[in-house]
């Protein structure tokens, strides 16, 4: 998003009124599908389908940055915008991932350790695509890079989403009412809303 307001303008003739305005249909993406991603988050149940959905995310990210660089009308931009704001919940969705991998008493370290593994493409990824831009001279294939990139990332999310469903097999108990062990594989995985508190909790 840093580079795509200066894109529209330079690239495709956009009046900087309107290149402007694609950041707010991206924070009204976002603002619509946080929410709704929370709810699906709740509804599919067991962790790795919520690697699946993060795949799902990811893919739908991926291909709108392949295809950007492609789009001749200004709808085509609003679109990707929006669906960027859809990529918002994705990092929401992190939090979850992070409990549903190493579980409640290790959930502090690991989504510790997602923040400062993220933190890396946060601090390094706008510049790179700019010198990437500077060195192609316009900025097609820093877009269809980054666009590669996330759809790369898909298949790695689903090696995990197998070894994570294998483990929830392994470690399935019976619930019989005096055991206290949560279930993993069943459908009554922990809410998306109680990863949020216990996000909350671990930053207080």
């Known amino acids: 998003m840093v580079h795509l307001v200066n894109m529209v303008e330079t690239e495709k003739g956009v009046d900087s ?10 924070a009204a993406g976002g ?6 991603v929370g709810w699906l988050a709740d509804a599919v149940g067991t962790g790795c389908r919520h690697m699946r959905m993060m795949s799902a995310l990811g893919t739908i990210v991926g291909a709108a940055n392949i295809l950007l660089p492609f789009g001749t009308e200004y709808w085509h931009f609003a679109v990707y915008a929006t669906v960027m704001g859809l990529s918002r919940s994705g990092v929401m969705m992190l939090s979850v991932l992070s409990h549903d991998t190493a ?8 989504y510790a350790s997602v923040c400062v593994i993220t933190g890396a493409p946060d601090l390094l990824g706008a510049p790179i695509f700019g010198w990437i831009t500077d060195a192609w001279g316009n900025y097609q294939l820093a877009y269809v890079l980054a666009g ?10 689903e090696i995990c989403a197998r070894m994570l469903a294998a483990r929830e097999k392994v470690t399935q108990v019976p619930d019989n009412g005096n055991n206290s062990q949560m279930n993993t ?7 998306y809303s109680s990863h949020m508190t216990l996000l909350h909790e671990t930053s207080v």
């Open 31 to 36: 603002l619509v599908f946080v929410p709704v």
């Open 148 to 157: 590669v990139t996330a759809i790369l990332s898909v298949i790695g999310l």
């Open 185 to 191: 594989s069943s459908s009554g995985s922990v809410p």
């Open 17 to 26: 009124t309107n290149a402007a305005l694609l950041l707010t249909w991206y």
């Open 103 to 110: 579980g409640t008493e290790l959930y502090s370290h690991a």
